[in-house]
Each structure stands twice: as structure tokens, then as C-alpha cells.
């Protein structure tokens, strides 16, 4: 008796280890991502930034590199800034801090009936927070830039910063522009299913792993990028309205899978879904660059301190409470 499995069980053995090793957008479209935002930078950003293509589109996919079973904690801690559930969220002014968004979501609990532990921070997730966190991160690694040059030190340090910053930022606006990430009908439709879509766990990857990385010479997109970044007036909250728009998009997507669009080389609306979204997302990271390097010349947006006459000229915050 012949011991080997068959060819067909060998490739559907393969095509599981790649959906459940696999991550979001997969390499492929979280680097195109990161290249666009990049090239469509506009000259008053700094040169060090825009010759960073490579380096930027090669961060784009870290912080999935950091969800594997042998870093644990690390896999664990990081998994939920990924996503955000906006049904579970429905209803609620999100707050712009992550622990008010912790407290919003336990007086929220207090008050459901049923299975509130779904409205546990790492079962909604916590998208946004992640990103604006990193945002700030970029803004401070561009003030100590502009220091840098003031003070005629060697700015490369700060260009390290603000090159690992703004390729890390990518990520999560990445994963945002993927309309499965702001949803609970993120790798299968959960609930009532009048219109039979379909229930698969395998449906995320199906479509932003397997079907971009088919496909990806067809999927190019940075012209529809438009050419000049929009500066943003409240970063939080124009993400906020980034994540609402990806979400009205759902139901888009399981139709479009429900007509074969992400099987083989999928429909001309398929693709041009795919495009437009990969489009969406760099130019949304474009315009978060871009407002991080303008802000960062505007300085802290705290209290100043009064420094006695002879004080040294260090920026470091007076910290509120040490320990």
C-alpha cells in the first residue's frame, strides 16, 4: 500500500500553512503601500524621508513579524492594535487616549447584559490608538530633527527615528484600509446572513494575502494617489472618519467574494476594489507624514515651563509623577 498523500491533500496542506502562517495584506501590499506614500511625498518634507522607499516599504510588515508564537508576550500584547470592531463600538464618541477608551468600554460593559466580555479592549480592538500613538511618536522623532540641525548637531539619529516611525505608522494604516480590520465579520460573516455570504475563516487571507500576491502586477495603484498630500486638522479624528469609510465597505467585499472576485485573477471590480483600497491606505499615510512633519514645527502642544535664568536649554518634559 502506497503511503504518500495524494498531490491534491499535499496542496491544500500548503495553501492552509500559508493562511494561518500568513498576515495582512501580506509583504506585498503593506510594502506597495509604504513605496507609494513615499514617492508621492512633496519636496518640503525632508530629502532623508522620501529617498526612504526601500527602507519604509521594508518596515511596512514588522509589527506582523512580531506575532509569532516563540515571542509570546510580545504576539499576545500587540495583536489588538490591528483592528477595531466598530459594530461593537457603534454609538460611542470614541475618546483620543486608550486608557479613556478602556474606561468608556468598562462603564459600557457595566451596562450590557449577556457576553460583555466581548467588549473587552483586546476583543474590540484598539486600531486607532496604535496609530495615533505612533503618529506622535513620528512627530517627536521630526522635532528632534529640527533641533538637531538648529543646534548643528548630527541629525542622523533623528533620521533613524523618524524612518523606523514612519515605516511602523504604515502598518497600521495599512491594516485600516482593509475593511475586514474595522469589522467583527472579519474572516467569515458571523450572525444573521440573509444574503449568504460566506461563513469561511479563510475569506481575510483569500483576499488580501492569496488574491494581491496572484495578482499584484495587475493591482498597481499610485495613480490613483493624488498628487499633493491634504494636511489634517485633527489627525485622531480624521483617522476615526478613515476607519468609518473602509467599514461601509464590508458588505462590498463578501459580495465581491460571493461572485468569484478574489479567486484566480478575480473581476475587473474586484481588482479595482483591491486597487483603490491599497490606494487608500497610502494616501492616508501620505497625508499622516506629511501632518507629523508639519506639526513637529509648530512645537509641544503642552504648557510651558518657565526655566530659571541660567537653566540648561534641555527639552526634556518636567514629568508629572516619578518613579
Known amino acids: 500500500m502506497k503511503t504518500s498523500l495524494p498531490r491534491a491533500?499535499?496542496?491544500?496542506?500548503?495553501?492552509?500553512?500559508?493562511?494561518?502562517?500568513?498576515?495582512?495584506?501580506?509583504?506585498?501590499?503593506?510594502?506597495?503601500?509604504?513605496?507609494?506614500?513615499?514617492?508621492?511625498?512633496?519636496?518640503?518634507?525632508?530629502?532623508?524621508?522620501?529617498?526612504?522607499?526601500?527602507?519604509?516599504?521594508?518596515?511596512?510588515?514588522?509589527?506582523?513579524?512580531?506575532?509569532?508564537?516563540?515571542?509570546?508576550?510580545?504576539?499576545r500584547s500587540q495583536e489588538p492594535d490591528h483592528f477595531i470592531d466598530l459594530e461593537m463600538v457603534d454609538g460611542m464618541e470614541l475618546p483620543p487616549d486608550r486608557y479613556s477608551f478602556y474606561r468608556e468600554l468598562a462603564a459600557k460593559r457595566a451596562q450590557t447584559p449577556g457576553e460583555p466580555e466581548n467588549l473587552l479592549p483586546e476583543r474590540v480592538g484598539l486600531q486607532p490608538y496604535i496609530t495615533i500613538e505612533v503618529y506622535e511618536r513620528l512627530v517627536v522623532a521630526f522635532r528632534e530633527y529640527r533641533r538637531a540641525l538648529l543646534d548643528h548637531r548630527n541629525p542622523d539619529f533623528a533620521e533613524a527615528n523618524a524612518i523606523f516611525y514612519a515605516g511602523w505608522l504604515g502598518h497600521y494604516v495599512g491594516d485600516g484600509s482593509n475593511p475586514m480590520h474595522t469589522t467583527i465579520h472579519h474572516n467569515g460573516w458571523v450572525g444573521p446572513n440573509p444574503k449568504r455570504y460566506t461563513t469561511a475563516n479563510t475569506v481575510h487571507w483569500k483576499m488580501e494575502g492569496i488574491f494581491v500576491a496572484a495578482n499584484f502586477k495587475q493591482?498597481?495603484?499610485?495613480?490613483?494617489?493624488?498628487?499633493?498630500?491634504?494636511?489634517?486638522?485633527?489627525?485622531?479624528?480624521?483617522?476615526?472618519?478613515?476607519?468609518?469609510?473602509?467599514?461601509?465597505l464590508v458588505e462590498t467585499a463578501y459580495q465581491l467574494e460571493k461572485e468569484g472576485g478574489f479567486d484566480g485573477e478575480g473581476t475587473a471590480a474586484s481588482r479595482g476594489f483591491i486597487r483603490h483600497r491599497l490606494a487608500a491606505g497610502a494616501e492616508m499615510l501620505r497625508n499622516l507624514w506629511y501632518t507629523a512633519w508639519v506639526q513637529s514645527g509648530q512645537g509641544p502642544n503642552t504648557s510651558a515651563v518657565s526655566k530659571p535664568a541660567g537653566a540648561s536649554n534641555s527639552t526634556t518634559p518636567t514629568p508629572s509623577r516619578i518613579r
Request: glycine share 2%; aromatic share 12%.
Open 9 to 75: 491533500v499535499i496542496c491544500l496542506l500548503v495553501l492552509a500553512f500559508f493562511v494561518t502562517s500568513a498576515w495582512p495584506w501580506g509583504n506585498e501590499g503593506h510594502s506597495a503601500i509604504n513605496r507609494v506614500a513615499a514617492e508621492k511625498l512633496p519636496p518640503d518634507v525632508p530629502a532623508f524621508l522620501r529617498n526612504a522607499s526601500a527602507q519604509l516599504a521594508y518596515l511596512a510588515p514588522e509589527p506582523d513579524r512580531w506575532r509569532e508564537t516563540s515571542e509570546l508576550a510580545l504576539k
Open 219 to 248: 493591482l498597481q495603484f499610485a495613480d490613483l494617489v493624488p498628487a499633493q498630500p491634504r494636511l489634517l486638522t485633527d489627525p485622531f479624528q480624521d483617522y476615526l472618519h478613515y476607519l468609518r469609510d473602509s467599514h461601509q
